[in-house]
């Protein structure tokens, strides 16, 4: 088998980094909901996604590292910290066609509401995908669905 | 972690509301008040609001790629300048020598609104909170 046991796992990593980065960026708007000048903004979440798989798949593509012992010490052999949550600048971008009011705030509580609730939604449905991918490593381990996981 | 600094922004949101609603609370209590602070009437308190940066400070709040992080603060307090009303009343102690009495520029029809608007961005933030900390425990069941 080709593949690392973790492969499976890094997709979803990135995706909550990036929905808890996004969900900040929201509870941000919100509390400036009254702040007069502040201009909403918001992360443009499909962009980031992108942009963070084909880094994944750039360095797959690249010489493959030595010898995957799995040793804390050694800063190769954390690929954790290559993933890009809340350091995804590039992507965090103004809201637009909202109204601004006469004090220059262009939050609209309203929809940040909703995009926050939205957002909360699939961190969750992406957590319970991996909660979901984790059994079934555990099965294949195991050889049971029973719940024998052993702090899995 | 990202969820955690959520939560000191949605929780600095919900002090500078608290803060602006007990301006609000201040400003109707003392509607009222002949003489404030001096011997001169009461004049109504605002809070300024300020986007600010909880990393750290000499963040303006201008760059969408540093205003990620952006929680907000009362910058201010500041007396509302609106004249002062004047009440024909010769009675008072506080008549000037034609009998009339300098009252607080308190107006009673914006403290209410600023105090509905002040409940609802707190109840926002409240709810932002609340979404944040259950997405954390939600993680931890990962």
Redo the contacts between chains.
């Keep these: 088998m080709a593949a690392t046991i973790d492969t499976g796992l890094d997709f979803f990593r990135q995706v909550l980094a990036l929905r808890a980065a996004r969900q900040e960026i929201l509870s941000a708007d919100i509390a400036n909901a009254s702040t007069p000048g502040f201009k909403a903004i918001d992360l443009d979440f499909a962009a980031a996604m992108q942009d963070a798989m084909s880094q994944r798949r750039g360095s797959e593509t690249a010489p493959a590292a030595p010898k995957r012992v799995w040793l804390v010490d050694d800063a190769r052999q954390l690929p954790a910290a290559n993933v890009t949550g809340a350091a995804a600048p590039e992507f965090v971008k103004y809201q637009v066609g909202s109204e601004v009011t006469l004090d220059g705030n262009s939050v609209d509580l309203d929809t940040e509401k909703v995009n926050a609730a939205e957002n909360a939604v699939q961190y969750e449905s992406a957590a319970t995908f991996a909660s979901q991918t984790i059994r079934m490593l555990m099965i294949a381990i195991t050889g049971s669905g029973s719940s024998q996981s052993g702090g899995g | 972690?990202?969820?955690f600094?959520?939560l000191s922004?949605?929780g600095?949101?919900m002090s500078?509301?608290s803060e602006?609603l007990s301006a609000v609370a201040s400003n109707i209590a003392n509607a009222n008040s002949a003489v404030g602070a001096g011997g001169q009437p009461f004049r109504a308190r605002e809070v300024?609001?300020?986007?600010a940066s909880l990393q750290g400070e000499g963040d303006d709040?201008d760059d969408?790629?540093?205003?990620?992080?952006?929680?907000?603060k009362v910058a201010a307090v500041v007396e509302s300048s609106a004249p002062t009303h004047t009440v024909y009343d010769p009675t008072s102690t506080f008549a000037d020598d034609k009998g009339y009495v300098q009252m607080p520029n308190v107006n009673p029809v914006d403290e209410m609104v600023n105090m509905i608007?002040?409940q609802?961005?707190y109840q926002?933030?409240l709810?932002?909170?609340n979404?944040?900390k259950?997405?954390a425990m939600?993680?931890l069941?990962?």
């Design positions: 972690m990202s969820l600094s959520t922004i949605s600095s949101g500078a509301e602006r300024v609001f300020q986007a709040g969408p790629s540093t205003t990620g992080m952006s929680g907000v608007s002040a609802q961005d926002a933030n709810e932002a909170f979404v944040a259950t997405l939600r993680t069941t990962i």
